[in-house]
């Protein structure tokens, strides 16, 4: 695994967004399963930690400034879908638990 792995799947991310892909759409979920299976050669998030992850990726520092080399509007974008499959792929409830988008809580 090398940021080389995740600059490509961000850069596929960006490919969906600019054809109007939501962060829900199942295009984009297929790709957010990818970088949840690359962070997970090191350390496996469940729910709340791939949540966690992506609120590092909103915020200041060196997370979201890789993104936004690629995309400046990628962060948030994947961490919208991070928290989408979250809710509906990690939380172990099916997602009835889900909240919107930037909003879910730990």
């Keep these: 695994m090398n940021g080389e792995d995740f600059a490509a799947v961000g850069r596929r991310l960006v490919a969906l967004r600019e054809q109007g892909a939501a962060p829900s759409d199942g295009r984009v979920q297929d790709v957010v399963a990818e970088h949840h299976?690359?962070?997970?050669?090191?350390?496996?998030p469940d729910a709340a930690g791939y949540v966690g992850l992506a609120r590092l990726y909103r915020g200041p520092g060196g997370l979201r400034a890789f993104y936004d080399r690629i995309d400046p509007d990628l962060a948030d974008f994947h961490?919208?879908?991070?928290?989408?499959?979250?809710?509906?792929?990690?939380?172990?409830?099916?997602?009835?638990?889900?909240v919107a988008p930037g909003t879910a809580a730990l």
């Design 79 to 98: 961490a919208d879908a991070m928290e989408v499959y979250a809710a509906t792929t990690l939380a172990g409830d099916g997602g009835h638990g889900r």
């Design 37 to 44: 299976r690359l962070v997970s050669r090191h350390w496996t």
